[in-house]
């Protein structure tokens, strides 16, 4: 089929068409319009973790359909007005308030114009191997030469003299001396530092719970704010709302100061959105920011029914056990070629080459055209599933089996 797009997106050679419905639950598998069925351990890159076109999902939205779709962030509308109740009661951050956008990279926007504007400061701290979004704020945070690289002009990296609206500066990611040296040398202008607590596009690498805490207290100190880029790894993914309760736990005197997702949050239907506490958030007055289809009363609705469903079918639980479940595949039948498993819960990568070596392309394409299996692949030498949250043994042995297969066989 021609490719009618933007080349901006390596092509592949699957074009699906739908979801197939496994009798319980979202979907797990997909079909293509040959009538091939792949397992899915893509889902959108993270966004469908009740697996695909779940039936209460689709029901909400069916109902929200024939309610309300739009209406201007002028007014409130009920679904909007619930999933911020619902996200301030479920992140740990103190009397919430939320600004919803439409995807990860906006969230990455909003997160950036708040803490410049409510520190007044000019330098953000982000960390080698980040990935906050494309938009041209959020590619300057952005590691990823080849992402970056092409816009420094526009991004202002290169340091104040340029076309700078803010400065980034990038530090070796768990290196908390560094942090401290960089707020030493740069007192009053280190407005913030924004970090995954596990990186997702980077290579699946979570940070340490001493580093978070370190950072936590390293900012508080010196009248910064801590933002956690959970945009991949929120939502449940990690076995809890947040990724920070999973790796430093839920202390309230340790909360960040801002947090903000997209991709799981709607299920599978587009909506971002930062939490930060109010004492931060009211610095962004009337018309600092704003969208218009931002937090739409379709999104919000869809975000509540994916909440709920998470709640309702313990999937949190589920997705835990991920991680644990692939280490235990991996050491009852270990893959020489597999240099390393890292993960936590339902965000799993496995480390087939060096970090230069490039290697989990060809074999990501393997397994999808030859295992029908779906995998993306992140930090280049890592193969990542992020499966549906309820997945489990069976579809993990599948995954493992066909890695066994495609690592032990040299291509055709
Ligand atoms: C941690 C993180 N932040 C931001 C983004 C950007 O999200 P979006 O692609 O929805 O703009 C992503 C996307 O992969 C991400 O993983």
New binding site residues.
């Given amino acids: 089929m021609q490719d009618l797009r933007w080349p901006t997106y390596a092509s592949r050679e699957i074009t699906l068409e739908a979801a197939t419905p496994d009798g319980e639950g979202g979907a797990m598998h997909l079909v293509d319009t040959e009538g091939k069925v792949y397992l899915d351990a893509v889902t959108g890159?993270g966004c469908a973790p009740l697996g695909h076109a779940h039936p209460l999902w689709v029901e909400a939205i069916h109902h929200q359909l024939q309610r309300l779709t739009t209406a201007a962030n002028t007014f409130f509308t009920g679904p909007q007005q619930r999933l911020a109740a619902r996200l301030a009661a479920l992140f740990p951050i103190d009397d919430a308030r939320t600004f919803f956008c439409n995807?990860?990279?906006e969230a990455?926007e909003a997160a950036i114009k708040l803490v410049l504007k409510a520190t007044g400061r000019d330098t953000i701290i982000a960390f080698d191997r980040a990935?906050?979004?494309?938009t041209l704020g959020?590619v300057a945070l952005t590691a990823n030469a080849h992402y970056r690289e092409p816009y420094l002009r526009c991004t202002g990296e290169a340091g104040p003299e340029r076309f700078a609206e803010f400065r980034v500066l990038r530090l070796p990611f768990g290196d908390l001396d560094a942090v401290r040296a960089a707020f030493a040398a740069h007192p009053e202008r280190i407005a913030a530092v924004f970090i995954?607590p596990v990186q997702?596009?980077g290579g699946i690498y979570p940070a340490t719970r001493d580093f978070l805490v370190g950072l936590r207290e390293l900012t508080r100190e010196r009248g910064a704010l801590l933002g956690l880029?959970e945009?991949?790894a929120g939502c449940g993914r990690t076995g809890d709302w947040s990724s920070w309760t999973t790796l430093v736990g839920d202390a309230p005197e340790l909360r960040p100061d801002l947090i903000w997702l997209?991709?799981a949050l709607g299920g599978g239907m587009p909506i971002?959105a930062c939490i930060a506490t109010a004492e931060i958030a009211k610095s962004m007055g009337s018309g600092t920011h704003g969208t218009t289809f931002g937090g739409n009363p379709l999104a919000c609705a869809a975000a509540l029914a994916t909440l709920r469903i998470m709640e309702e079918e313990g999937l949190l639980a589920r997705a835990r056990q991920q991680t644990p479940l692939l280490h235990r595949i991996a050491a009852e039948e270990p893959i020489a070629r597999v240099k390393e498993i890292r993960g936590v819960g339902a965000m799993i990568g496995v480390q087939i080459g060096e970090p230069a070596e490039q290697a989990a392309a060809p074999l990501a394409r393997r397994l999808m055209v030859e295992h029908r299996t779906l995998v993306t692949i992140c930090g280049g030498h890592t193969v990542r599933l992020l499966l549906p949250y309820r997945a489990g043994e069976p579809e993990l042995r599948a995954i493992w089996s066909a890695l066994r297969a495609v690592l032990s066989v040299p291509a055709a």
């Fill in positions: 890159v995807s990860g990279a990455t990935f906050h979004g494309r959020a995954e997702g596009e880029d945009v991949q997209a991709k971002g």
